[in-house]
Structures are given as C-alpha cells and as structure tokens.
C-alpha cells in the first residue's frame, strides 16, 4: 500500500472518513466482501483506534447520514474520501445508481462537478486495469 497522508487528519474527521466510505459500500443495498476489506484497510490507512474502528463498524448496519458526515470533514480530506469512495463503489465490478448519487453528493460538497467526476473514474477505471496486469504477470511467473 502506498503512504497517504489521511492519518494525519484529526481522529473525528478520519471516523467521518471511513463512516463515509460504510456509507457508500451500503447504499446499493448489499455489501460484499470486498467492500469490507477496502473499507477495513482505509481504516488501517488512516491509523484509526480499534476502539473507534468497533464503533465504526455498527455503520454496516445502520450508515450516517451523508451530509453529517461530509460536515465533520475539511476540503481537504473530502478529496480522498471522493477517491476512496469511488474505489469502493467501483469494487463489485458496477457502479450503482445510488453509489453514483452519492460521489456527486460529495463532489458538490467541494464544488466538484461531472466534468472533475470523469477523469476520477477513468483513473479508477485505469487502476483496476493496472491492478489485473499484476495478477497476469503472477499467473506468468507460476506457470514457469
């Protein structure tokens, strides 16, 4: 994993970060497992308590409220957590009509339109291509 510099955010907006990213993996309705793990290693990324993280987790059956928790965050983390957010919404292999409503939510919060919105999810769109490079080079090497 790559360093981010979300650990260094004050502990309440990183809890508002990773509820946010809870928030997006259940608004399709369902989450898989993937889900899970990318939202789990964004906490770990984000050097959040265990104590907090036990809390954090309720969220998967009971998600805050979007604009609550885009309030408790800065500009400035509200950029990654619409990274994040469109990762995680990106994982299933879809994105939802209601994931989709809420990156532009997050977005507007920052004045970001779908003109900003399209180069991200093509950026998205490119690191899951790079990302299956990886496993192909893999199966090459175990196959020798």
């Given at each position: 994993m790559f360093p981010?510099?979300?650990?260094?955010?004050?502990?309440?907006?990183?809890?508002?970060y990773a509820q946010l990213l809870i928030h997006i993996a259940a608004s399709?309705?369902?989450?898989?497992?993937?889900?899970v793990q990318a939202i789990e290693a964004c906490m770990g990324k984000s050097l959040i308590p265990p104590e907090q993280?036990?809390?954090?987790?309720?969220?998967?059956?009971?998600?805050?409220?979007?604009g609550d928790l885009l309030?408790?965050?800065?500009?400035?983390?509200i950029l990654f957590a619409l990274r994040d957010a469109m990762i995680v919404a990106s994982i299933d292999g879809e994105y939802d009509p209601n994931e989709i409503d809420c990156i532009r939510v997050i977005a507007d919060k920052i004045g970001y339109g779908d003109e900003h919105?399209?180069?991200?999810?093509?950026?998205?769109?490119?690191?899951?291509?790079w990302d299956?490079?990886?496993?192909?080079?893999?199966?090459k090497i175990d196959k020798k």
């Open positions: 981010d510099p979300i650990a260094s955010f004050p502990l309440n907006e990183r809890i508002s399709d309705g369902t989450l898989v497992r993937e889900e993280r036990e809390e954090i987790r309720t969220g998967f059956e009971h998600p805050k409220p979007l309030n408790n965050m800065s500009s400035e983390l919105l399209s180069p991200l999810f093509d950026w998205v769109k490119s690191g899951w291509k299956n490079q990886y496993k192909n080079i893999i199966e």
